[in-house]
Structure formats: structure tokens, C-alpha cells
């Protein structure tokens, strides 16, 4: 980030300014964390990733504020309460 804040905040900033459409910006959201974190394996859902995810209410490819609502945690294959 460029110190907007945390990375939804920039997400949605971004969209409502006209710089990502909310498509762009939720694949630049989700694809930090594998780019950041090379070695590990994150950021997929193929046998021997790490499994841990976020279950959202909505598609934040079509609504970027999409992304602040979590509906399920899941950390390692297993859900989170």
C-alpha cells in the first residue's frame, strides 16, 4: 500500500477514484499475499495449500466493500468462530 491504510480501505479508494475497476482491485487485493509470501503456499485452493480463506456475503469483482464482509474464516481446512 502507499500508506492509505489497511488494504481494503486502499482497494476501495482506488475503485471510487477510477484508477481499478472493483474486478481489478479485488485480484491486486488477493494477490499480495502470495507475491508478498513467495515461499509459502497461499493465495490457492489446490491440494497442499495452506487452506485458509475468507467466505464473503458478496462478489467483490462487482462490489470492491464486498471484501469487509466476511461471512466465514477458515484457517488451515478448518472454520473459524
Do not use: K, N, Y
Not at 35 to 49: A, K, Q, S, Y
Amino acid at each position: 500500500t502507499d500508506g492509505r491504510g489497511p488494504i481494503f480501505s486502499e482497494a476501495e479508494h482506488l475503485v471510487e477514484i477510477g484508477v481499478f475497476s472493483p474486478a481489478e482491485a479485488t485480484r491486486i487485493v488477493l494477490e499480495t499475499g502470495p507475491m508478498l509470501f513467495p515461499d509459502r503456499r497461499i493465495g490457492c485452493l489446490d491440494v497442499g495449500c495452506e487452506a485458509d480463506f475468507l467466505v464473503l456475503d458478496a462478489d467483490p469483482t462487482v462490489d470492491i466493500a464486498a471484501l469487509r464482509r466476511i461471512d466465514g474464516r477458515v484457517m488451515q481446512g478448518r472454520p473459524l468462530e
